[in-house]
């Protein structure tokens, strides 16, 4: 009922709706964070430009790839060059930090409170900025995360020390015969625990994360409940903003808070309990820890 309606906000320089959201944030009885691609492109984790050609601009010159999505899904012509690619962007988007502390500003603004975080990222960058995986859903998967190719079993197995040794041992965009993972059931090559088919492995702690939040969700039926989107495009609304809406409808009390620099809108039906930031989400961030830092 909402896609007729939608209406987009400018936002200027966003000091209003900064203050206005300084203010919810405050006075909340409960935070539910939904978080997108959006958050980490702006913690840093780019899938272009330079950070591409520094892991991969050999790929870039054999192939012609030009960004770290769309070389996901190349059919490669082995496996040991499949796991070539997909070790080094293991490695580089899931083992180590984002080179902007994003995550660690969110961290500090809900820090001690009751909130939690549903997100369509995979990177575990939340998990590294210290939050609790108990107050996590990860709804599409994780990088550091290996299922069978024929999804013959409901199990994933951790991938880090396999993954650093194909980036250490790999050699002319190829990793050794002998490092190329089989599922420990069946013998069929593994694959990474992603949805993009309907082979995605939903594990116990898939499971688990998910009962979690429909215990949260059922605490949010009244009060005053804020529900942050941040950096949550269109490419699978009905996750997380589709949902936000409905809530926010739903619960008289509750506020939709958007931050996305481009696509900052809120449908008419909910757009008076409704703050709408057109920016970068590192730039609110910052502002909000150093009004903090201020009040203090």
Same mark, same amino acid.
């Given at each position: 009922?909402?896609?007729? +309606? %939608?209406? +987009?906000?400018?936002?200027g320089?966003c000091?209003e ?5 300084? #203010? ?26 330079? $950070?591409?050609?520094?892991y991969?601009?050999?790929?870039? *010159? ?7 999505y ?17 070790? %080094?962007?293991?490695?580089?988007? @899931? ?9 660690q ?19 575990? !960058?939340? =998990? *590294?900025?210290?939050?609790? +995986?108990? *107050?996590?859903?990860?709804? =599409?998967? &994780? ?19 396999? /993954? @650093? #040794?194909?980036?250490?041992? #790999? %050699? ?12 420990? /059931? ?8 992603l $949805?993009?088919? &309907?082979?995605?492995? !939903? ?8 009962? @979690? ?5 059922? *605490? ?47 449908? $008419? ?5 409704? /703050?709408?930031?057109?920016? &970068? ?7 909000? +820890? %150093? ?6």
């Amino acid at each position: 009922m909402f896609l007729k +309606k %939608r209406t +987009k906000e400018y936002t200027g320089n966003c000091w209003e709706q900064i203050d206005q959201l300084k #203010q919810k944030l405050e006075k909340a009885d409960a935070i539910l964070i939904g978080a997108g691609a959006g958050l980490s492109a702006s913690a840093g984790l780019t899938y272009s430009g330079e $950070r591409f050609e520094r892991y991969f601009s050999d790929f870039h *010159r054999k192939y012609g790839i030009t960004d770290m999505y769309s070389g996901g899904f190349y059919p490669y012509d082995t496996l040991e060059e499949y796991w070539a690619w997909w070790s %080094r962007h293991i490695l580089c988007n @899931r083992y180590v930090d984002a080179p902007v502390p994003v995550y660690q500003e969110l961290l500090s603004l809900v820090n001690g409170r009751d909130y939690f975080v549903i997100t369509t990222n995979v990177d575990h !960058q939340f =998990q *590294r900025a210290g939050i609790d +995986k108990k *107050r996590l859903f990860y709804t =599409q998967g &994780d990088y550091g995360l290996w299922q069978c190719a024929r999804a013959c079993n409901s199990k994933t197995y951790d991938n880090e020390d396999m /993954v @650093r #040794q194909m980036v250490a041992r #790999q %050699r002319n965009m190829k990793i050794p015969t002998e490092l190329i993972p089989h599922c420990p /059931v069946c013998g069929a090559p593994m694959t990474m625990n992603l $949805r993009c088919d &309907d082979t995605f492995v !939903q594990d116990e702690g898939w499971y688990a994360a998910a009962e @979690r939040y429909e215990e949260f969700l059922l *605490r949010l039926k009244h009060g005053n409940v804020l529900y942050l989107e941040l950096g949550v495009g269109n490419n699978t609304p009905v996750i997380i903003k589709y949902p936000f809406w409905k809530y926010t409808l739903e619960n008289p009390e509750a506020t939709y808070v958007c931050v996305n620099y481009g696509q900052a809108y809120a449908p $008419r039906e909910i757009v008076d309990r409704s /703050v709408c930031l057109d920016a &970068d989400i590192r730039l609110i961030l910052s502002e909000l +820890k %150093r009004e903090n830092m201020n009040a203090g």
